[in-house]
């Protein structure tokens, strides 16, 4: 049995699939040691499911948090690294922990695998960041990457690729599955019966309402399309600080029922209809793992072109053929890059582009096979 260690911040939700089949490998020993949350993440409920027979090897530490929890220190981290040998140790892969740095450096000593799992580097860090960066990923034996972006920075600041394994990211790849055998045949003028014309285009956002999002422009560019007349539906699912403000320049399509806020929601099969009976999920600002949702439910998806300010998930997004890039914080691109979407794509097609990719590369089997190939010493695919 291969005995390994994950060190986490949290233990988010989003990562009970592949924490779960991780766990319940027959030839790995493993242990988690995550924190809570102070961003209002959900985390993983080890009270159900398999997590609930394997809460023994579920294991929560203090994290203390400074710099307006940019900076984590980790309780007990470095007692284990310093307890009984083990023989993988892994870490979030963020320079800005610095029990991660003590941690990793004593296994290294000792011996043990050292492996990070997270983005590597983005491509705009300069100065001294990228001086300590490039300290800070010397630090394991291998490194997993979101994406091939990643991998490829890393390799251009010398870092040996026979060290760097493309894992990807994935969400709850089995339940999405089962719950689009289970939306086929909804009704969409049904589930938008809200909008006044629910045969019209169905964009969507769903994700926190934060700056960071630009949700401005999504609704700047869609007032523009519905000028004249409704075009395009726009559904905005979610809650956060900028919803007011939303509402405020949406005053003209929430009158005239092609503006929908839905609020915070966590129900995925409410989720899961409104994606998979929308024409275009739209993010301006990152995308992240919003990509992954809307493509697992066979929605396209849009996101900016500079991936230097992207979550690793845009990587997902094949540019015309699963979806577009529209050129960073340009209204008029978005608009008429919409406008052209709408009207030229096959939405059958494009439904079975979107799963593809996912049912390729964004799920825990295949994640599964990446960590097998580390295990046993395999050069990595990509």
Request: a positive charge; charged letters at 25%; aromatic letters at 14%.
């Amino acid at each position: 049995m291969i005995k390994i260690k994950f060190f986490t911040d949290l233990a988010p939700h989003y990562r009970g699939p592949i924490w779960s089949a991780i766990l319940n490998h027959p030839d790995w020993d493993v242990n988690f040691f995550y924190g809570d949350s102070k961003t209002g993440i959900e985390g993983i409920d080890i009270e159900k499911g398999s997590f609930s027979s394997n809460k023994d090897r579920m294991h929560k530490v203090k994290n203390y948090w400074w710099k307006d929890k940019r900076i984590i220190w980790q309780s007990g981290v470095i007692r284990e690294c310093c307890g009984p040998k083990f023989d993988y140790a892994f870490f979030t892969s963020e320079m800005s922990r610095p029990s991660s740095w003590i941690a990793a450096a004593i296994c290294r000593l000792r011996g043990i695998q050292v492996v990070f799992w997270a983005h590597g580097l983005y491509g705009k860090e300069k100065g001294l960041k990228l001086w300590m960066k490039k300290i800070f990923f010397h630090l394991p034996n291998k490194f997993l990457m979101y994406e091939r972006r990643g991998k490829e920075i890393l390799i251009e600041h010398g870092f040996k690729p026979d060290n760097l394994y493309v894992v990807f990211n994935s969400l709850d790849y089995d339940a999405h599955k089962l719950l689009n055998q289970k939306l086929q045949g909804l009704d969409k003028e049904k589930v938008f019966s809200f909008f006044k014309d629910p045969s019209l285009p169905v964009l969507i956002f769903i994700g926190r309402l934060t700056k960071e999002k630009k949700l401005d422009m999504l609704l700047q560019a869609v007032n523009a399309i519905n000028e004249k007349s409704p075009k395009v539906n726009l559904v905005v699912m979610g809650g956060g600080t900028e919803r007011d403000k939303l509402e405020d320049m949406g005053k003209i399509g929430l009158e005239n029922k092609w503006l929908h806020f839905t609020g915070p929601c966590y129900d995925e099969e409410v989720i899961g209809k409104y994606l998979s009976l929308s024409d275009l999920c739209v993010s301006p600002g990152n995308i992240g793992l919003t990509a992954i949702h809307s493509l697992s439910f066979g929605t396209p998806a849009c996101t900016h072109d500079n991936m230097r300010n992207q979550g690793p998930e845009a990587a997902a997004i094949e540019n015309g053929y699963n979806g577009f890039f529209f050129k960073e914080n340009n209204v008029d691109d978005l608009r008429i890059k919409i406008e052209n979407w709408v009207k030229n794509t096959d939405r059958d097609l494009v439904r079975e582009r979107s799963y593809e990719i996912v049912d390729k590369y964004y799920n825990p089997y295949y994640q599964i096979t990446v960590f097998e190939q580390l295990f046993s010493g395999k050069k990595p695919e990509m």
